[in-house]
Structure formats: C-alpha cells, structure tokens
C-alpha cells in the first residue's frame, strides 16, 4: 500500500519527533519573521524553523525568496520527502532532513546535513510573548 506523502503528512509526523527530541513547544503554520513558517520550534531558548518540500519545483521556488534577510531562527531546517528533491544549490546554512518509511511503515527522519547556527540571540521575549499568544488563540480556539 503506497502512502501519499505531503507537506502536512510530514509536518504531522515530524511534530511528534520534535516533543520526543525535547523541544519545549511547536508551532504549525505560523507567522513570526514577517513570514509564514511550516513549523517553528523552541528548545533552550533556541528557535528552530522547519520548511517541509515535496518537489524539487517547490523547494527551488522557496530557495529564491528572501527568507531570512529579516527576522531570524538560530537554526533553520528542510524537510524532503525524497533526497532528489535537493540536487543542486541549497542555502548553505540549512539543515536537512528526508522523510523515510521504514521496513514496518514507520516514518523516519534522517539528518543528512546539519544547520550552521545563524543567530546567536536567544528568543526575545517579545518574540516568545507572540508564538505563546499564537499558540494559546490555537489551543483555545
């Protein structure tokens, strides 16, 4: 049985790794640097963005954007869901992760490029007052 695989598939089953790796909170689908970020992530005072491509067209389209001329995480992360996605040029600080499926169906997440930290700053309260406002406006509904 094949498995569609999409940018929310994988959001969905990389949420989970995250709280297992220990990150202090998650957020889906959320605007903080004057953009919308797939999934950013706190541990330790650290931010961690996550951008989740499923075309190889999609992620050149994202490698052409202005990402981080703005606002910044301290590490920022792709998650493919196939390493063939990634051919070619790549912001050279970005991490990446492919999306496997194991023998017993299972997701798996490889690291196959660790992210260069590009902000020393930990989160700024006014930036962690917003993602917990987001986040209590997404809990309460």
């Known amino acids: 049985m094949d498995i569609y695989v999409d940018s929310p598939f994988l959001q969905k089953k990389f ?3 995250l709280s297992y790796k220990g990150h202090d909170f998650s957020i889906e689908n959320v605007f903080l640097f004057d953009r919308e970020s797939d999934i950013l992530s706190v541990k330790e005072g650290f931010i961690f963005e996550f951008e989740f491509k499923v075309g190889e067209s ?6 052409l954007k202005k990402r981080h001329s703005a606002g910044r995480p301290n590490y920022f992360f792709y998650v493919v869901s196939d390493e ?17 499926f194991q023998k017993d169906g299972q997701s798996r997440f490889i690291l196959i490029k660790p992210a260069t930290q590009i902000r020393d700053e930990l989160i700024t309260k006014e930036e962690l007052y917003s993602l ?10």
Do not use: E
């Open 15 to 17: 949420l989970s790794r």
């Open 58 to 63: 999609d992620f050149r389209k994202d490698l």
């Open 84 to 100: 063939s996605i990634i051919r070619g040029d790549y912001l050279n600080y970005a991490g990446i992760y492919v999306h496997k």
């Open 132 to 141: 917990l406002k987001k986040l209590t406006t997404r809990i309460n509904g």
